[in-house]
């Protein structure tokens, strides 16, 4: 079951969890999960020892981004239930121990939200500036060059108003002005009726996208291209995004978020799409007593397609560094999944992916420095989903296809059960197939094998949080060849803890001089083993030990 932390900075030592509403559990049979189905399956979630649960949208939409284009901040969406619901849902999580935490989308609407209906209805309303409009250059093209995560302009022409508003994702997510305070003003109220019924803290969806430039000026030509936040294939890693994001008047808005949040001593996580996502992800997180924002921000650095152990030591030290030279006591989450992206299992462990690969890569993220954030199924291990193109539901993937497929394949139905082809998820057809290779990994196998990966990741969570350097420690990292991360975990008063992992399938030693002294820690599961100042990993081994 999950634990309260007495820690007064419980969250850093936290690990979240984060439930995909859709693709959970269905309790009433339509193939689209909901909020009962996820009450019901609390205690399997606590039983992994995670502490915060995260779920993704589940507000009145009509779920052209499946949620992610919210109609009613205040209301929950029929598919997936009631306030009712909700609050029961709440009551459960705090009776076992775990914290709930909801995303806020709010960068932007849907075109269904009465204060766009409002806005666009004429240039003259209470609501008239509460979006980006801009008229048209003379010879009636958009007013700039910003571009669409999702695919070409970032403005729509309207013929209510005769003007252009501005949509970074779909056409009918339409950006929200928030250089309008009153904009600012009903967002926080928005976050405070959640904040009444007992939520204990918010992910804050794209919230780069706050803020415009007021001038709208172009953005230049990046001097690379991202390839990081969005595909090649996609032209808006082409750009330089120092106009359309990221702006510095976000600042002053988050801290506005933190002061509320602090009335209820709830938390916040924050999502950095940026170009230089690192130093931003201090920029969000500082923790100044006199300005404090969010408490922490994970961005897409470990959720990209390159794996080796140069590119995750240099993102981790590149933040570290970030936060020391701006003298911040910065945090972050460290994700390797979620519903944005190919599955972790797919996209590192590659076509050979083994149950030791889940193993090695869960321990590892649960061993870095900052709050742990899983996907719900990669417990499990589950891979990539491979769905045909005419059961792709995800706007990005039929845009896209077949350079880009999309994030459906990462968002397919969870297998409770392994017997028949809806595996426990659903009594209908559910809104995305229910790949077959997933059925051999449903939880109800997993439980039956005591070497599975769902228990291992019982056993690698619940021995985490016995060990303070894993849970408070700074970070530094040691030398090793490509095949091998190895770093060591230190705080005062307490001895050294060392870390080393093999990322390769094949066996491998690293001799080590600080190892000399070092005594082997168990309990973790990973079977490396130490001879002298030798360290043997098997593939996609694992092993731990303190400094005498």
């Not at 950006?175 to 309008?180: E, R, S, T, W």
């Not at 891979?383 to 994030?407: H, M, N």
Request: charged share 20%; hydrophobic share 40%; glycine share 8%.
């Amino acid at each position: 079951m999950g634990t309260q932390i007495k820690y007064p900075n419980w969250w850093r030592e936290a690990v979240i969890y984060q439930v995909y509403p859709r693709s959970f559990m269905d309790s009433k049979g339509d193939g689209i999960g909901d909020l009962p189905g996820i009450t019901a399956r609390l205690d399997y979630i606590a039983s992994l020892g995670v502490d915060i649960v995260w779920i993704s949208p589940f507000f009145t939409s009509p779920m052209r981004d499946f949620g992610y284009d919210v109609a009613d901040y205040c209301d929950v969406d029929p598919l997936f239930g009631s306030l009712a619901d909700f609050d029961a849902l709440v009551t459960r999580a705090h009776a076992l121990g775990l914290k709930v935490m909801i995303d806020q989308v709010l960068s932007h609407t849907s075109d269904l939200h009465p204060w766009f209906i409002e806005s666009r209805s004429q240039r003259n309303n209470p609501k008239a500036d509460w979006y980006v409009w801009a008229d048209p250059q003379p010879d009636g093209t958009p007013p700039n060059n910003w571009l669409s995560i999702f695919g070409g302009s970032a403005w729509q022409w309207d013929t209510r108003r005769c003007q252009y508003y501005l949509h970074n994702f779909l056409a009918s997510q339409p950006d929200m002005n928030f250089h309008c305070i009153t904009v600012q003003e009903a967002h926080l109220a928005n976050m405070r009726f959640w904040l009444e019924r007992g939520v204990d803290g918010f992910r804050l969806d794209a919230c780069i996208y706050h803020f415009h430039d007021a001038q709208l000026r172009n953005n230049p030509v990046a001097a690379k291209q991202n390839t990081v936040n969005v595909a090649a294939s996609n032209p808006y890693g082409m750009q330089a995004h120092i106009y359309d994001n990221t702006r510095p008047e976000n600042l002053a808005f988050l801290e506005k978020v933190r002061a509320l949040l602090d009335e209820y001593q709830a938390i916040s996580i924050g999502e950095i799409g940026a170009d230089d996502a690192l130093n931003v992800m201090v920029q969000y997180t500082s923790s100044s007593e006199q300005r404090p924002r969010l408490h922490m921000a994970y961005s897409f650095n470990l959720l990209t397609a390159e794996f080796s152990a140069t590119h995750i030591r240099q993102q981790v030290e590149a933040f570290e560094e970030a936060a020391r030279s701006q003298g911040q006591q910065a945090w972050a989450s460290w994700s390797v999944g979620n519903h944005d992206v190919e599955r972790v299992m797919s996209r590192w462990g590659g076509v050979q992916m083994q149950p030791a690969f889940a193993k090695m890569i869960l321990t590892l993220q649960l061993a870095l420095k900052g709050s742990p954030c899983l996907y719900q199924g990669d417990e499990l291990g589950l891979p990539q989903a491979q769905l045909a193109y005419e059961d792709l539901q995800d706007p990005v993937g039929i845009t896209f296809w077949p350079e880009s497929k999309g994030r459906d394949g990462c968002r397919t139905p969870m297998p409770w059960h392994a017997e028949g082809t809806l595996a426990g998820f659903s009594e209908g057809k559910p809104w995305l197939p229910v790949p077959a290779e997933h059925l051999a990994l449903a939880v109800s196998e997993q439980e039956r094998d005591m070497d599975s990966p769902l228990h291992f990741a019982r056993r690698v969570m619940r021995w985490r949080r016995s060990i303070p350097q894993l849970l408070r420690g700074d970070i530094a990292f040691i030398d090793a060849p490509e095949s091998i991360l190895a770093f060591h975990r230190d705080m005062p008063g307490a001895p050294s803890l060392i870390a080393v992992f093999n990322l390769s399938n094949q066996i491998q030693q690293f001799q080590c001089d600080d190892m000399a002294d070092c005594i082997a820690l168990s309990g973790h599961g990973l079977a490396g083993h130490k001879e002298g100042q030798v360290v043997t990993l098997p593939p996609y081994g694992g092993w731990f030990g303190l400094r005498r």
